[in-house]
Nanobody
Framework: QVQLVESGGGLVQAGGSLRLSCAAS????????MGWYRQAPGKQRELVAT???????NYADAVKGRFTISRDNAKNAGNLQMNSLKPEDTAVYYC??????????????WGQGTQVTVSS
């Protein structure tokens, strides 16, 4: 199995910054796509940003220009730099990874989530 562990969440004032990290472990051959999602209370989980193994990125309109996704393929890790945070960014943030095990089988795994709270 692949385990994803997020870190870096916390409480920040509006306009501030946080950097989330995601570390993947297990019998990983490669991670094709790594992404960040978030879920606010009473709302559905939504895409924040994704990045391919080649470095192509995709962002939700709500975070474009404020958030930056990155990854370290050698370390099977990823980051989400969040700047100019707004109260509406408050949510539990989840890391997700899709890729291949060493035995060639596909995997799709989620982390346990990390809370981000932005105060006004």
């Amino acid at each position: 199995q692949v385990q994803l562990v997020e870190s870096g969440g916390g409480l920040v004032q509006a306009g501030g910054s946080l950097r989330l990290s995601c570390a993947a472990s297990g019998s990983i051959f490669s991670i094709n796509l790594m992404g960040w999602y978030r879920q606010a209370p009473g709302k559905q989980r939504e895409l924040v940003a994704t990045i391919t193994s080649g470095g192509s990125t995709n962002y939700a309109d709500a975070v474009k220009g404020r958030f930056t996704i990155s990854r370290d393929n050698a370390k099977n890790a990823g980051n989400l730099q969040m700047n100019s945070l707004k109260p509406e960014d408050t949510a539990v943030y989840y890391c997700k990874a899709n890729g291949y095990y060493n035995n060639g089988q596909l995997f799709s795994s989620w982390g346990q989530g990390t809370q981000v709270t932005v105060s006004s």
